[in-house]
T-cell receptor, first 114, second 109 residues
């Protein structure tokens, strides 16, 4: 039982390049989330998926897109990376929408955009 | 704007002492208030959480105190241990969570 896994662990991009961050959970959770963590700012929600087939914007969605591929997988795409997107990205999942239950976080992806 | 304000930014406590971290929120619609613990290089992990219908919740050495009228809640770590040294985040919300900026706790042996 791996919990929440994320790939890659580290990534360096040049401005304008694109990439997809992958996330998978094996806990049969309905809801999944993408956060970014920046120094002094805590975690900020980018997008979330309450259930398979649905996605909603969080606090900071600009510059990102998401896909809930199936119940297990939720990917985050940067179409044209910018230095402001340098951050640590965390995926999380919960049995149901966050207000009703615990979120489980993955180990994070450290992204640098030069 | 920051909807959840957390203080202090950093905290140093002696082993056996009490660590206290405070948070204040703005949105009265928030109905779930968790605290997360994060070690370097790891994702946050839920420590303890409370809902606004109770004023206090205790789990082992960790206690949340909640003041609905003041829109404030705090984490108390009793008998703090060096292994508690980590960054602690408060959060508040419903479907859409807002996190505080974090408190780096150092417990000196």
């Amino acid at each position: 039982n791996a919990g929440v896994t994320q790939t890659p662990k580290f990534q360096v991009l040049k401005t304008g390049q694109s990439m997809t961050l992958q996330c998978a959970q094996d806990m049969n959770h309905n809801s999944m989330y993408w956060y970014r963590q920046d120094p002094g700012m805590g975690l900020r929600l980018i997008y979330y998926s309450a259930s398979e087939g649905t996605t909603d914007k969080g606090e900071v969605p600009n510059g990102y897109n998401v896909s809930r591929l199936n119940k297990r997988e939720f990917s985050l795409r940067l179409e044209s990376a910018a230095p402001s997107q340098t951050s640590v990205y965390f995926c999380a999942s919960s049995a149901r929408l966050v207000g009703a239950g615990e979120q489980y976080f993955g180990p994070g992806t450290r992204l640098t955009v030069t | 704007q920051q909807q959840v304000k957390q203080s202090p930014q950093s905290l140093i406590v002696q082993k056996g002492g009490i660590s206290i971290i405070n948070c204040a929120y703005e949105n009265t619609a928030f109905d779930y208030f968790p605290w997360y613990q994060q070690f370097p290089g790891k994702g946050p992990a839920l420590l303890i959480a409370i809902r606004p219908d109770v004023s206090e919740k205790k789990e082992g050495r960790f206690t949340i105190s909640f003041n609905k009228s003041a829109k404030q809640f705090s984490l108390h770590i009793m008998d703090s241990q060096p292994g508690d040294s980590a960054t602690y985040f408060c959060a508040a919300g419903g479907n859409d969570m807002r996190f505080g900026a974090g408190t780096r706790l150092t417990v000196k042996p």
